[in-house]
């Protein structure tokens, strides 16, 4: 955040009560740019959106990437709190959702209430109670549903051994009083809580509905639509859930009557259609990346540019290297290899920066004062004699042969850096994997060796939800580990995590976050790459599209609807 508050000055800002919550940067993050004007439209019609990939998880419990997230939270379920469905710097601002206020706060933060509003339902007419929300955070810890959120795992009180509800039953540090209200306890104070209750993991999931692993499959709705069906793979089809109040929910306009979601389409033939924009065409959007080599087909026609989308995302690209592993448990090696990739030409095959602003830093500029950090000077297409030399100081012998694991629409990035690492002896192994399964994949510690493409994004506007999450080596999970891919597990970076939880100076804590990335920088866990924007395309009759800053710049699902 560009303007910092102290602990109680948060707490106050944004409620009647001591309520919690964030305020937005004075001004946009360096390289933010425009987006095209939006439009508005009326309630009706289908939306359709175009997808190259199915949906790896949207079990709230497990929701966990963007635009996952997005899609669930603004379709299919609500949160206790959210964020605002506007653009621009108005999307960070934190807003009740299923709770009155953004949650009132008792002893200095380690206590957090939230209540529900009155008459919530589910998709069946049901109430939504406070104990729903509960047995979906306590469903979060089950082994058997890896993957999601752990912000509220790292500081409930008592929760380091709990194995959730089918294992362990309930969680004492998680009060439910009455249907309305729900309790946090805490085992530190954490003035940022607000921010964790706009996560999926805050959403009610009812015992009776439970279908564990198979949850994915069949979201029992809280949110404005419902699924009809859902073939996976191919399509899903989303109706609307009568029992919605609108009334209780403004952050969601819900305009349209129908929602499609064709899947397993070729990115290439998406942008393809997008841009000739005929038919039911008119009325789609592209759930992925416009691939970069469809750039110039947009750029160069002024009607189809007006329907482009490029926000920059809040995130990182990374590669990710097994810290635990030879040669990457060397952290001289490492430390070469951040200058031996050429990350020009990694920008270049990705689209240009068009597509992304080469990384200088882990912390994207929204998160280090809208400055770029760059503490090694690295030029952008590398420095082999440097890698060589550090290669040479390390000790590990070349030729070495790695692998490296990455989705298979990030074929071609990989091998760019494929070929950065072969100037200096590093001969690179390329494996390719559905993005349906590929953060599973990487995320299953058994499974994952070498190196990985990946990035992260902010969850909230603080560089607390970047770096421990990416280098705290107690978040590790043998299976859906998110974050520390790299398993990377420190003394001296946990301990300086600690030391900047404990301040309840914001201001602070945010310039502690950027002096620690330049110490990562050191270590190399991992290496950035780019700082992304989202590339997007809608068609000619989709109304309501701009990116979302919380959403890593993807189109707000919340305030889509189609021109009648």
Not at 73 to 79: A, Q
Not at 138 to 152: C, I, K, Q, T, V
Not at 511 to 526: E, F, I, N, R, T
């Amino acid at each position: 955040m560009a303007k910092k508050l102290g602990l109680l000055a948060l707490a106050v800002l944004l409620g009647a009560t001591a309520c919690g919550g964030a305020s937005g940067p004075e001004k946009p993050a360096a390289g933010m740019g425009t987006q095209p004007p939006v439009t508005e439209a009326g309630k009706g019609g289908t939306l359709t959106i175009l997808s190259n990939q199915d949906f790896e998880h949207l079990d709230p419990a497990r929701n966990w990437t963007m635009p996952q997230m997005d899609f669930g939270l603004r379709y299919l379920y609500r949160s206790l709190v959210t964020f605002k469905s506007e653009p621009g710097a108005a999307s960070l601002e934190v807003v009740p959702d299923l709770a009155t206020t953004t949650g009132e706060m008792a002893d200095g933060g380690k206590t957090w209430t939230f209540t529900l509003k009155d008459g919530l339902k589910y998709e069946d007419g049901s109430p939504i109670k406070a104990a729903d929300v509960k047995y979906n955070l306590e469903r979060s810890f089950a082994p058997e549903l890896p993957g999601g959120p752990n912000y509220h795992k790292l500081v409930l009180k008592d929760a380091d051994a709990y194995k959730g509800p089918y294992k362990s039953g309930e969680l004492a540090s998680i009060e439910t009083p009455d249907d309305k209200t729900i309790v946090f306890r805490l085992k530190r104070a954490v003035a940022e809580f607000p921010y964790y209750a706009t996560l999926p993991s805050f959403s009610p999931v009812p015992k009776a509905k439970d279908t564990k692993e198979q949850y994915d499959n069949r979201v029992f709705s809280s949110g404005p639509y419902k699924i009809e069906s859902y073939t996976r793979g191919k399509e899903m089809i989303l109706v609307r859930n009568e029992n919605w109040d609108p009334a209780s929910d403004p952050a969601r306009k819900a305009l349209p009557d129908r929602i499609v979601v064709k899947q397993g389409l070729r990115q290439s033939v998406i942008d393809d259609r997008l841009i000739a924009d005929q038919g039911e065409d008119q009325t789609a959007i592209t759930y992925a990346d416009v691939n970069g080599e469809s750039f110039a087909k947009i750029l160069n026609n002024p009607k189809v540019k007006a329907r482009f989308h490029n926000e920059i995302r809040g995130c990182t690209d990374v590669l990710a290297m097994n810290t635990q592993k030879a040669p990457f448990d060397n952290a001289k090696f490492r430390f070469a290899l951040q200058y031996a990739i050429d990350k020009e030409a990694y920008q270049t095959v990705k689209g240009g920066p068009a597509a992304g602003e080469i990384a200088t830093a882990f912390l994207p500029p929204s998160l280090s004062g809208g400055v770029a950090q760059d503490t090694l000077k690295v030029p952008a297409t590398g420095d082999v004699e440097k890698a060589k030399q550090l290669i040479a100081e390390s000790g590990v012998s070349t030729p070495v042969k790695v692998k490296l694991h990455t989705s298979t629409g990030a074929k071609n990035e990989a091998t760019a850096l494929q070929e950065s690492l072969k100037r200096v002896g590093v001969e690179v192994e390329i494996n390719t994997y559905d993005p349906a399964v590929y953060y599973d994949t990487i995320g299953d510690t058994a499974k994952f060796d070498g190196m990985a493409s990946y990035g992260w994004c902010q969850d909230y506007p603080s560089g607390s939800s970047f770096i421990p999450m990416m280098f705290d080596g107690r978040t590790i999970t043998e299976k859906g580990n998110n974050g520390n891919v790299s398993l990377f597990k420190d003394q001296e970076t946990m301990d300086k995590i600690d030391e900047i939880y404990a301040m309840t100076d914001l201001k602070a804590a945010d310039q502690a976050w950027v002096q620690l990335d330049a110490a990562l920088m050191q270590k190399a866990p991992m290496i950035p790459l780019t700082w992304e924007r989202k590339p997007l395309l809608a068609g000619s009759k989709v109304a309501g599209a701009f990116g979302h800053l919380i959403w890593s710049g993807q189109f707000d699902y919340a305030a889509l609807g189609v021109k009648q």
